[in-house]
């Protein structure tokens, strides 16, 4: 889309100019590299693993020094790679095929979420239980490459998202107040964070929390408009040099270690990601990690393999410049160096044992 051209150059021009790599240093006679990881977002437990790598000293074993920047509104994780201010970067498959249609060289090499965690929510009294009674309706999803899979349910249910007659869409913010406050029919909201987000807050008309019996759910897997979230991505020119390409194997590999912790061990895990950013409540941390290890396992190809179906969706329904459905995959991703980090991983590389728990919702998050 045009608007996320304009939105895409405008992060690009705020971002610091190009600064050198930080040098390789020497730590008791070990050569480590120091390399730094852009978050989609802030500091919360969909980031869990590679804060396990880190507290678990995989990264130090593999002879890195990581630095894990948290993301925020007013960060976008391809324009932090592309300026040569992170080496590695975790965002959606969607939002990397539109920043490479605007000319950016960026190069998925490792894709952690298999699966999708988006969803379109509808309180029960609104009757809407699918995307075609959307029509008409006040609709808010959040901007800059977020609504991809929003606009292409509409698509498909034959609502043009950008006719304000057949639809009226609204940004929305990083809460779910719209929402509450029955401001909006119906709105974006993620397994692992906004859905819990609503089951945490208080129905005023009863003085209890909101239930999944409140709510329509409307599932983008279900829909069959998903599209892959959460992977890790690097420049195309860095990655283009064989010693990179190592240093990228060993990061791959750590930070799967870590993914592989956390499935493991959600408690440990969740209290590593307090210790980093106690903003958010054990409680809704808990829920997160639970929800996000649902999108990760299980891997079947093993973790961090790219679904070549899964991309060529993602690639259908991804808009360019405009034009739904016409994003290029070609380059946009390489799964050899995600099949070298697996050598070596410790533990069940697939998870296809590994089922759900149920976590029991808490009031606030806490």
Known sequence: MKRIRYVLLALLALVPAAVARPAPIARAGKHIDH?????????????????????????????????????????????????????FGVDWFSSLLASRDQGLNLVNIAQLFQRSGTTQIAWKSSGITSFDQLRGKTVSV???????????????????????????????????????????????????NELAQVLESVNPATGRLYTLNDLNVLSMEDNGTSMLQDGVFVDGDWIADPANQQVAVRFLRASEQGWIYCRDHEDACVNMVLTNAPILGVGHQRWMLNEVNALIWPSPGGIGIMDASAAARTAGLTPSDGVAGSSSLDGAY?????????????????????????????????
């Not at 899979?149 to 929305?172: C, K, M, N």
Request: one cysteine or more; charged letters at 15%; a negative charge.
């Open 35 to 87: 390399v730094r990881l852009q978050l989609k977002w802030v500091t919360q437990a969909q980031f869990a693993g590679y804060y396990a790598a880190q507290a678990l000293g995989y990264y130090d074993a593999a002879g890195l020094d990581v630095d894990i920047l948290p993301g925020s509104a007013d960060t976008a994780p391809e324009p932090v790679v592309a300026s040569d201010q992170a080496e």
């Open 142 to 192: 959040w901007c800059c490459g977020n609504q991809y899979e929003l606009y292409a349910a509409l698509r498909q249910a034959g609502i043009d998202p950008t006719d304000p007659s057949q639809i009226a869409i609204v940004d929305q913010p990083f809460d779910m107040g719209l929402f509450l406050n029955h401001q909006v029919d119906a709105a974006a909201a993620e397994t692992y």
């Open 334 to 366: 390489r799964t050899d160096l995600a099949q070298q980090a697996l050598v070596g991983l410790t533990g069940d590389d697939q998870g296809l044992a590994w089922q759900k728990a149920v976590v029991p919702v808490t009031s606030g998050g806490e």
